[in-house]
């Protein structure tokens, strides 16, 4: 295997991470200000922006929060985490269109025995029930 395992050595966020984390929390909510700020029915006349305008502010404030995370220590071990998930993918070994059609078709078959199998014992139950209550 190339995998390797380490653990962070160092599990609290130092002081500038902590910034960072804020500095991204606030981008976020930033975004989101600008949505609600700008399409609120009493700002409409002054300062009214369009939906495309205002989606293109929430996805600005979301990147850049994003991206002020990802130079925390945390948003390196995430990069790394993708990196080696990507790796891994590679690895596998995808069934062919033939056997996933195949495979489906199994599956379906299953769900439709063990389907009517409950059914039947949910009715023999049922009928045990009321078998015993009319007595």
Known sequence: ????IEHSKDTAASGGDIVKYAAAVLLALAGLFAWFWFGAPENATQNAWS???RGL???VGL???LGVFMLTAKGRD???FLSES???LRKVVWPTRQEAIRMT???MVVVTILSLLLGGFDYLIQ???QWFLGR
Do not use: C, D, H, Y
């Open 1 to 4: 295997m190339n995998s390797k």
């Open 51 to 53: 939906g495309p305008l």
């Open 57 to 59: 502010g929430v996805i």
């Open 63 to 65: 990147l850049a929060g």
């Open 78 to 80: 995430t990069r790394e």
């Open 86 to 88: 990507r790796f891994e």
């Open 105 to 107: 078709w199994v599956v």
């Open 127 to 129: 009928l045990a029930t």
